[in-house]
């Protein structure tokens, strides 16, 4: 009971911020990138809910701008790494030999790097920006679906409808995506779910230490940087993007763990 409660709180929050996003410029209150200089830090009122930042900007309203850019790049970077990730792990396991080498030793070169740090090299060769940002987090996601998705294809690989449909001349990209795919999507939606959670976080990271998003344009990790540099007289900014970032990575690994209780094949002996 108490664990359906909380995927409840967790689904609450995601069509929440899902609705953010597509809704964002109907919502937001005022101009998120408008300056007042006579409401600078000024505290929650009817007027600014959340108070203003030290440039005198709507919180909300920046929040609600950062929603857009944070929950975008954090959806979007693992769903692409995860096509890509998906496609080379499937290809290694199906084909073996040296595509198979290949795959698993670039992939064990970049699961040397931890995420964070592999986004950060990537977008320090690329340079800042959204577009580069997006490209890096994506590409730091793609060792470990391409670890996963071969791991789980192996198996599949060993099933004898498989060998059957290879004797029955079905091309072998039909094969994978017609018998090896469906069989192993479990744990890689699965995966793909807590993973952009990890995104989130890594965008987050990024633009703190001034990779990612750049002013004005607001992302929550900018207007926590933003915010901690003047912490003592404006706490608002910092301590609304902190409690969203982590509202939004709990809500996806919350959900994630829920559907791999659901996809669990025991679970269905019990």
Known sequence: MLDRFFIGIALIILVVLLGVVALGPVIEPHD?????????????SAQYLL???TLGRDVLSRLIEGARLSMTIGLAAPLIAGAVGISLGMAAAFFGGWTERIVTRV??????FDP?????LIVAMLGPGIQNLSIAIAS?????????????????RQESYVDASIAMGRPSFGTIF?????NIAGPLVVMTTIWIGTAIRLEASLSF?????QAPAPSWGNIVREG???????????????LAITLAVLAFNILGDALRDYLDPDRMTR
């Open 228 to 242: 901690v540099s003047n912490l003592f007289s404006s706490p608002l900014p910092a301590l609304f993007a902190g």
């Open 32 to 44: 998120p990138l408008l300056q007042n200089v006579d409401m600078q830090e000024a505290g929650p």
């Open 209 to 213: 230490i001034g990779l990612g998003a």
């Open 51 to 53: 108070g203003t930042d």
């Open 116 to 120: 964070l740090l592999l986004g950060v």
């Open 107 to 112: 992939t064990d070169v970049m699961m040397s």
């Open 140 to 156: 730091a996601l793609v060792p470990s679906f391409v670890r996963l998705a071969r791991a789980s294809a192996l198996s599949v």
């Open 178 to 182: 017609v018998h090896i795919l469906p």
